[in-house]
C-alpha cells in the first residue's frame, strides 16, 4: 500500500478493519519476539512513515529491537528505519545514539540519497543524540555528501542542507569559508555546502517550493550566499516566483534572511500584509515596521 499511487487517504486507512487487524497483529508479533530481520524491520516502519501513520508502541519496540544490530542493516536499510523513526517522532535517545555510531562509521558505503536522508533524520532526531556523537557523524555524513550532491534530487539536496544545518550549527566565518569573500570552503561541512549550492545552482526549476525554501534558508543561515553573490541572485530570482504558495511563517522566514533584497523584501511585505490584515492586523502592523522591512 505504501508504494501505491495514489497513496490511500490515511482517514481511509485508520477506519478500515483489516488495516486495523494488520496493525494489532503486527504489535503483538513485534512484541512477542526478538526474531526480526533488518530488512522487516526497516520495510514495516518505512510502510507506516509513507503512509502517515504511526503506532508508538510498534515503533518504540522496532527502536528497542534495532538498537544493538545497527551494524547488521544494509545502506538503504539503515536509511529507511533511521528516516521512519525520526519522521514519526519515537522517543529513543538508544536507538538515535546506535543509528549515529552507525552512520558515522558506514558513512562510505551510502549513496547520494541514503547520506542526504540520513542528514535529514539525524538533523530531526538532534534532541535523542549523544552530543559527542553529533560532530562525529556531522563530519562523516558531510565528507560523503561532498562526493554525493551531483547524484542527488532536488529534495534530497534540500533535506541534506537542511539536516547538515541543524547538526553544524555554527554560524559561518573565516572557519567554514575564509575570509575572501568568495566561495572558498576550508571545513568538511563548508565543503559540503559548497557542493550542495553547486548540485543545485543549475537545477532550482525542478525544486518544488518547499524544498526551494528550506534550500534557501539553510545555505543563508550557512553562509554560502553571503560569498556566492551570483548563486544568491539566482535563489532570489527563483524564490520570488513561488512566493504567493509559501505560508505566513515561511515568508518571515525569508525576510529575516541575510541575502533578501529589496525587491523580495517589498513583495514579501506586500504579501504578508495582505494575508496578516484580515485576521491578525497587530501582528501584521509589528512585522510590518520590524527592521526586517525597515
Not at 156 to 163: K, T, V
Amino acid at each position: 500500500m505504501a508504494k501505491l499511487r495514489p497513496r490511500p487517504p490515511q482517514e481511509e486507512l485508520v477506519a478500515d478493519p483489516t488495516i486495523c487487524e494488520l496493525q494489532d497483529r503486527l504489535r503483538a508479533a513485534a512484541t512477542s519476539t526478538s526474531d526480526v530481520s533488518p530488512w522487516c524491520m526497516s520495510l514495516l516502519v518505512w510502510s507506516y512513515a509513507t503512509l502517515g501513520m504511526n503506532d508508538a508502541a510498534l515503533f518504540g519496540r522496532i527502536a528497542e529491537l534495532a538498537a544493538p544490530r545497527m551494524m547488521e542493516f544494509k545502506p538503504v536499510e539503515l536509511t529507511n528505519v533511521v528516516w521512519a523513526l525520526a519522521k514519526g517522532g519515537t522517543v529513543s535517545p538508544l536507538f538515535f545514539e546506535a543509528a549515529a555510531v552507525a552512520v558515522a562509521r558506514r558513512a562510505s558505503e551510502l549513496s547520494a540519497s541514503c547520506v542526504c536522508n540520513l542528514l535529514w533524520s539525524l538533523g530531526t532526531a538532534l534532541p535523542h543524540l549523544h552530543a559527542p556523537d553529533v560532530p562525529v557523524v556531522a563530519s562523516a555524513l558531510a565528507q560523503r555528501v561532498t562526493l554525493t550532491a551531483h547524484e542527488a534530487q532536488p529534495k534530497d539536496i534540500a533535506r541534506a542542507a537542511w539536516g547538515l544545518g541543524q547538526l553544524e550549527p555554527r554560524a559561518a566565518s573565516h572557519t567554514r569559508f575564509g575570509p575572501s569573500g568568495q566561495l572558498c570552503a576550508v571545513s568538511v561541512e563548508g565543503k559540503a555546502f559548497a557542493a550542495l549550492a553547486k548540485a543545485s545552482r543549475f537545477r532550482l526549476e525542478y525544486f518544488k517550493v518547499t524544498d526551494l525554501h528550506a534550500l534557501v534558508c539553510a545555505l543563508d543561515r550557512a553562509g554560502v550566499l553571503r560569498c556566492d553573490a551570483g548563486l544568491a541572485t539566482t535563489l532570489t530570482h527563483a524564490v520570488a516566483t513561488h512566493l504567493t504558495s509559501l505560508d505566513v511563517s515561511q515568508m518571515a522566514q525569508l525576510a529575516g534572511s541575510n541575502f533578501a533584497s529589496p525587491q523580495l523584501l517589498a513583495a514579501l511585505a506586500e504579501l504578508l500584509q495582505s494575508r496578516l490584515a484580515v485576521r491578525c492586523p497587530k501582528i501584521a502592523c509589528s512585522l510590518l515596521t520590524s527592521e526586517f522591512f525597515a
